[in-house]
Every structure is written in structure tokens, then in C-alpha cells.
């Protein structure tokens, strides 16, 4: 039986994707959050990838496939928005694909903030490499105007444009029919994003990214690309975006910055595509995330258990990392300091942590100089540690890791089933620690 009331709708419009599908619905099943329905739209595909979506079909009910002549991009996306039954929105491109924790982080931050759009970071793949994509740092509220402050310093970014990168509350497009224009084919994700900008009260940015986009030819959003069409359109768009920066600010305050808004008219959309040599930021593609061998993780035993635990901890961390510009060893380095706040030694921390001693120093150093922590009272390997107001954001995005672990290994666990968990691990932890003290 299909979910009556899913929390988020997940939309995906597909065309001649056959090559890429499996990576992009494997992404979204495969996510921490399971309380969605997945709507994959085939807008006319001549390829096999209205059977590849029907056998997915098949073996979970969250999907819904809809199969539909060729319209275009825009048109497949307003026919799924008018079946969505989620109270958020997250659209996604089907050579495209998300991190397991993507809808996790990104309702989390919905709920937790109340906002009306939660807009974050992205991974910009290139062949092997990858780099990650943001604009806006700040780690609070935004009202419409803040926004639209970020927004007019450079407004043709993808940050800002696209769809991908944020979720929608269902209400605000269901009430004032918000809907891609399917008369167009450039700019019309962004001219949506402007519609429901006008009819929002507050904003979010995460700095997690929850994105990898893939840009690849013959995709759905170049169907219809033309240069005379794109000269026409943006004098469209820029009349459109013009006046919504009117209506947002008041006549004095547009004026103040009328001239950034008049540039947009001269930018080119852009995605920051990485130059073709090495730079600050780009790494090799999967080494944004803690790498998991298949062979190891499926192990029975003590070494699997060890293993798997290790990795889905890593998993957490890294999360963290990425959004606080931090290494994943600088983050599992803060939380076993956080989570035992009797460590005074820098010998008992390495072995916490799995480091050695000298790596664990060099990392404490580096915290240093960061000025999330400072050192007191030092002698002999006795360290004396409080948190600078830096942590304090890395702290509280660290209380998130003991829910999730639980949530990731409880899953399908009935109440008095974990109640027994918890019980049998303490009786475990006690003949442990006999053993070892």
C-alpha cells in the first residue's frame, strides 16, 4: 500500500537517462530518511528508461512512474507537482544523484528552523573530480530581503537558480500555483525559484552539501537551448527579476543597488566549472566522504561489526566536516573530546580515536590555531581543554550524531526490543570491562 501522507515528495523528470538512472534512484532509496514518495516522470524517453523505471516500481511502493509524451522539462515537473502529496518538495535531475543524508539534512533544517526554503551545498563533479559549491555562510534565519541581499551579488550562480539544492514547502506552491513556465527553456528554474522567493517569509542556508550535479549533453534541461531563444527569454527574465527586487525592497534601498541588479542582465548562468588544473577544493571523486569497501562492510563477525560501526560513525562526522570546513579527523577529534570531558591526556585521546599519538597532537595544534579550542595546563601530556566560541557550531551539529547512529541501527526495531538492546549491552560492557581493567 502506497504511503497516504508521505512528509517529502521527490520529483525526478527522466529522458534518454537509461545510462545514469540507476545511480540517481539508487541515491534516493538508499537515504537515511524514509518518509517520501518518489515521483519518477518518463517525459517521452526513447531509450530504455521507462522500463528501468517501471521494474524499480516494482519492488517499492514509495515510487510512483508516469509515462508521458514529450513536453519538455518544465512541463513534466509542473504534471508531477500537481501529484505531489508531500509537504516539501525536493526535486532532483536524473543523470544526478544525492548523499544518503540529503533529504535527512535537508528536512531537519525545515522543521528545526520553520523556514520556507532550505537552500545548500552542492558537489560540482567533473569527470573525476569534484569540488564543493555554496554561497551563503550565514548560520541563521533569513528574512526575504537578507536573502535577496545575497542573492543580487551574483545572481546567475546555479547556487541560486536551480531547483536541486533546496526544498520547497508544498503550501506556498500549492496556494499561489507556483509553476515552471513551459514556454521557455532557459532561466525557468530560476524564474520558479523567484515566484516562490516573493511569497516566502524566511530562508535557511546549510553549508552540507546535498548535491552531486553532473552536467552531461543531451540531458533533459538542454532540450530547446537556442541562442536567438535565450536572447529573447532573458529579456523576459531580467523584466521579472527587476521587479521583484522592486517590490522587495523599498524605493530608496532599490536604488542603492539598482546597479547590481541591472547585472544580472550582462551575467551568463554559471556553475563555477572547475578550471582544467589543480586547485584549493577540488578532490578526487569519492574522496569527499569516508571511503567504504563493499568486501569489508558485508563481513560476519567481529571484524564486520567493528567495521560497519566505524564507517557509519566516519559517515556522521564526515557530514559535519564538509558543512564546518573541517577534516574528518579535526571533527572525530572534537567529539571524543565533547563526549568525554574526563580526557586529560593527549596518550588516552589518540587511542580513543584510533590515531597515534603524534597525529592526534598535530591535530589538537591544528584546532589550536583554528581557535575552536584552547590548551591550558599542559605538562607531560596532560592537556587542559575548553571550547572557543568557534565549536560552539560544530558542537551543536555533534548532538545530532548519537540520534542519528540510534535511528540508522534501530530501524525496524520495536520499543521493548531496543529496551532489550540496552540492556543486553550493558551486561556486555560490564563482562568487558572485567576482562580489560
Same mark, same amino acid.
Given at each position: 500500500?502506497?504511503?497516504?501522507?508521505?512528509?517529502?515528495?521527490?520529483?525526478?523528470?527522466?529522458?534518454?537517462?537509461?545510462?545514469?538512472?540507476?545511480?540517481?534512484?539508487?541515491?534516493?532509496?538508499?537515504?537515511?530518511?524514509?518518509?517520501?514518495?518518489?515521483?519518477?516522470?518518463?517525459?517521452?524517453?526513447?531509450?530504455?528508461?521507462?522500463?528501468?523505471?517501471?521494474?524499480?516500481?516494482?519492488?517499492?511502493?514509495?515510487?510512483?512512474?508516469?509515462?508521458?509524451?514529450?513536453?519538455?522539462?518544465?512541463?513534466?515537473?509542473?504534471?508531477?507537482?500537481?501529484?505531489?502529496?508531500?509537504?516539501?518538495?525536493?526535486?532532483?535531475?536524473?543523470?544526478?544523484?544525492?548523499?544518503?543524508?540529503?533529504?535527512?539534512?535537508?528536512?531537519?533544517?525545515?522543521?528545526?528552523?520553520?523556514?520556507?526554503?532550505?537552500?545548500?551545498?552542492?558537489?560540482?563533479?567533473?569527470?573525476?573530480?569534484?569540488?564543493?559549491?555554496?554561497?551563503?555562510?550565514?548560520?541563521?534565519?533569513?528574512?526575504?530581503?537578507?536573502?535577496?541581499?545575497?542573492?543580487?551579488?551574483?545572481?546567475?550562480?546555479?547556487?541560486?537558480?536551480?531547483?536541486?539544492?533546496?526544498?520547497?514547502?508544498?503550501?506556498?506552491?500549492?496556494?499561489?500555483?507556483?509553476?515552471?513556465?513551459?514556454?521557455?527553456?532557459?532561466?525557468?528554474?530560476?524564474?520558479?525559484?523567484?515566484?516562490?522567493?516573493?511569497?516566502?517569509?524566511?530562508?535557511?542556508?546549510?553549508? *552540507?552539501?546535498?548535491?552531486? /550535479?553532473? %552536467? $552531461? +549533453?543531451?540531458?533533459?534541461?538542454? =532540450?530547446?537551448?537556442?541562442?536567438?531563444?535565450? @536572447?529573447?527569454?532573458?529579456?523576459?527574465?531580467?523584466?521579472?527579476?527587476?521587479?521583484?527586487?522592486?517590490?522587495?525592497?523599498?524605493?530608496?534601498?532599490?536604488?542603492?543597488?539598482?546597479?547590481?541588479?541591472?547585472?544580472?542582465?550582462?551575467?551568463?548562468?554559471?556553475?563555477?566549472?572547475?578550471?582544467?588544473?589543480?586547485?584549493?577544493?577540488?578532490?578526487?571523486?569519492?574522496?569527499?566522504?569516508?571511503?567504504?569497501?563493499?568486501?569489508?562492510?558485508?563481513?560476519?563477525?567481529?571484524?564486520?561489526?567493528?567495521?560497519?560501526?566505524?564507517?557509519?560513525?566516519?559517515?556522521?562526522?564526515?557530514?559535519?566536516?564538509?558543512?564546518?570546513?573541517?577534516?574528518?579527523?579535526?571533527?572525530?577529534?572534537?567529539?571524543?573530546?565533547?563526549?568525554?570531558?574526563?580526557?586529560?591526556?593527549?596518550?588516552?585521546? *589518540?587511542?580513543?580515536?584510533? /590515531?597515534? %599519538? $603524534? +597525529?592526534?597532537?598535530?591535530?589538537? =595544534?591544528?584546532?589550536?590555531?583554528?581557535?575552536? @579550542?584552547?590548551?591550558?595546563?599542559?605538562?607531560?601530556?596532560?592537556?587542559?581543554?575548553?571550547?572557543?566560541?568557534?565549536?560552539?557550531?560544530?558542537?551543536?551539529?555533534?548532538?545530532?550524531?548519537?540520534?542519528?547512529?540510534?535511528?540508522?541501527?534501530?530501524?525496524?526495531?520495536?520499543?521493548?526490543?531496543?529496551?532489550?538492546?540496552?540492556?543486553?549491552?550493558?551486561?556486555?560492557?560490564?563482562?568487558?570491562?572485567?576482562?580489560?581493567?
Amino acid at each position: 500500500m502506497k504511503n497516504a501522507k508521505p512528509l517529502v515528495s521527490i520529483i525526478v523528470p527522466v529522458y534518454n537517462a537509461q545510462d545514469y538512472l540507476a545511480r540517481c534512484i539508487d541515491s534516493i532509496l538508499h537515504q537515511e530518511y524514509k518518509n517520501y514518495e518518489l515521483l519518477l516522470v518518463d517525459d517521452g524517453s526513447t531509450d530504455s528508461s521507462g522500463e528501468i523505471l517501471d521494474n524499480y516500481a516494482k519492488n517499492d511502493n514509495r515510487i510512483n512512474v508516469y509515462h508521458r509524451k514529450n513536453c519538455g522539462v518544465s512541463s513534466t515537473r509542473n504534471f508531477a507537482l500537481s501529484l505531489c502529496k508531500g509537504e516539501y518538495i525536493q526535486f532532483l535531475d536524473s543523470d544526478d544523484w544525492i548523499p544518503p543524508d540529503s533529504t535527512k539534512l535537508l528536512v531537519r533544517c525545515a522543521l528545526e528552523q520553520q523556514c520556507d526554503l532550505v537552500i545548500a551545498d552542492f558537489y560540482r563533479v567533473v569527470g573525476e573530480r569534484i569540488s564543493q559549491k555554496g554561497d551563503i555562510e550565514d548560520d541563521h534565519l533569513l528574512t526575504r530581503q537578507e536573502f535577496a541581499n545575497y542573492m543580487v551579488e551574483n545572481p546567475a550562480d546555479f547556487y541560486y537558480g536551480v531547483l536541486w539544492n533546496k526544498l520547497y514547502r508544498a503550501q506556498i506552491i500549492k496556494e499561489h500555483h507556483i509553476r515552471m513556465d513551459s514556454n521557455i527553456s532557459w532561466c525557468e528554474d530560476f524564474l520558479f525559484n523567484l515566484e516562490y522567493i516573493r511569497h516566502s517569509n524566511t530562508f535557511y542556508a546549510l553549508q *552540507a552539501p546535498v548535491y552531486y /550535479y553532473f %552536467k $552531461r +549533453k543531451g540531458s533533459l534541461v538542454s =532540450q530547446g537551448f537556442s541562442i536567438s531563444n535565450t @536572447i529573447k527569454t532573458k529579456l523576459n527574465v531580467f523584466d521579472y527579476y527587476n521587479q521583484f527586487y522592486k517590490d522587495t525592497y523599498k524605493e530608496e534601498d532599490y536604488e542603492n543597488i539598482r546597479l547590481h541588479v541591472y547585472s544580472f542582465f550582462f551575467a551568463s548562468a554559471k556553475d563555477n566549472t572547475l578550471p582544467p588544473i589543480p586547485m584549493k577544493g577540488v578532490q578526487k571523486l569519492g574522496k569527499e566522504r569516508s571511503k567504504v569497501i563493499e568486501e569489508a562492510i558485508r563481513l560476519d563477525g567481529i571484524a564486520g561489526e567493528l567495521y560497519r560501526m566505524r564507517k557509519l560513525f566516519e559517515r556522521l562526522c564526515g557530514t559535519i566536516a564538509a558543512k564546518n570546513n573541517l577534516t574528518l579527523e579535526e571533527v572525530i577529534v572534537l567529539f571524543m573530546l565533547v563526549q568525554n570531558i574526563h580526557i586529560n591526556s593527549v596518550t588516552t585521546l *589518540a587511542d580513543l580515536c584510533g /590515531y597515534s %599519538k $603524534r +597525529k592526534t597532537a598535530s591535530l589538537l =595544534q591544528h584546532l589550536v590555531k583554528r581557535e575552536f @579550542i584552547q590548551i591550558t595546563n599542559r605538562s607531560r601530556s596532560i592537556i587542559d581543554i575548553s571550547f572557543l566560541g568557534p565549536a560552539q557550531v560544530v558542537l551543536a551539529d555533534m548532538n545530532t550524531i548519537p540520534e542519528d547512529f540510534s535511528h540508522i541501527c534501530f530501524e525496524h526495531f520495536t520499543e521493548d526490543e531496543i529496551k532489550m538492546y540496552h540492556l543486553l549491552t550493558d551486561i556486555i560492557k560490564k563482562n568487558t570491562e572485567d576482562i580489560l581493567l
